[in-house]
């Protein structure tokens, strides 16, 4: 079955970085767009960013534009969140996502990850 | 930017109601691109509905959504045990940002 499994979160300062990381697998992890989603006890849940599945486009949430990027590597299966600059609002728990299907048209995200928690203290 | 908006915030139901959540949109959702998840405490989100009406692999056939354009509905036609939890509503589709709702918990009554 369809599993992904985040890592990568943790405590960090104010004006760090992290590098979050997605492992796929039960599916075909070089033919569906990724995506990063957060959520906070703020402002709920948000997406953050997507890549389509050869890499080609990837788009971001203007709140993390010019300051995350997102990146896979379809050899092994894995998504990865660079997030530099890092400022307390930015702080929740991550998830990775895979598209519902990889068929035409647009999907929404149907499978997600357990989530990993990102702490930026001031 | 779509905004979307969850009503009521808290629905109190007793095993066996009828739940009706409501998600409202400040413009038109093309194509529908409207889905319905689940999320229980401590879980990530689980897709229930997409395309506005169809349900996603899985989902008990209890739970259905309908609506176009600006307003959607879900509805749980008998609220079980395993219901209670928060429904968030999510545009997607070919203009980013994605939007989620705020949310509405089904707690027990």
């Known amino acids: 079955q369809v599993q992904l499994l985040e890592s990568g979160g943790g405590l960090v300062k104010t004006g760090g970085s992290l590098r979050l990381s997605c492992a796929g697998s039960?599916?075909?992890?070089?033919?569906?767009?990724m995506s990063w989603f957060r959520q906070t006890p703020g402002k709920g849940l948000e997406w953050i960013s997507y890549i389509s599945a050869g890499s080609r486009d990837t788009n971001y949430a203007d709140s993390v534009k010019g300051r995350f990027s997102i990146s896979r590597d379809n050899a092994k299966s894995s998504l990865f969140l660079q997030m530099d600059n890092l400022r307390p609002d930015d702080s929740g728990v991550y998830y990775c996502?895979?598209?519902?299907?990889?068929?035409?048209?647009?999907?929404?995200?149907?499978?997600w990850g357990q989530g990993t928690q990102v702490t930026v203290s001031s | 930017e779509v905004v979307l908006t969850q009503s009521p915030g808290t629905l109190s139901l007793s095993p066996g109601e009828r739940a009706t959540l409501s998600c409202r949109a400040n413009q038109n959702v093309w194509n529908n691109y409207l889905a319905w998840y689940q999320q229980k405490p401590g879980q990530a989100p689980r897709l229930l509905i997409f395309d506005a009406s169809n349900r996603a692999t899985g989902i008990p056939d209890r739970f259905s959504g309908s609506g176009s354009g600006t307003d959607f509905t879900l509805t749980i036609t008998r609220v079980e045990p395993d219901d209670f939890a928060v429904y968030y509503c999510l545009k997607y589709g070919s203009s980013p940002p994605d939007t989620f709702g705020q949310g509405t918990k089904v707690e027990i009554k």
């Open positions: 996502a895979r598209d519902y299907s990889d068929g035409s048209g647009y999907h929404p995200p149907g499978f």
């Open positions: 039960g599916f075909k992890f070089s033919d569906f767009y």
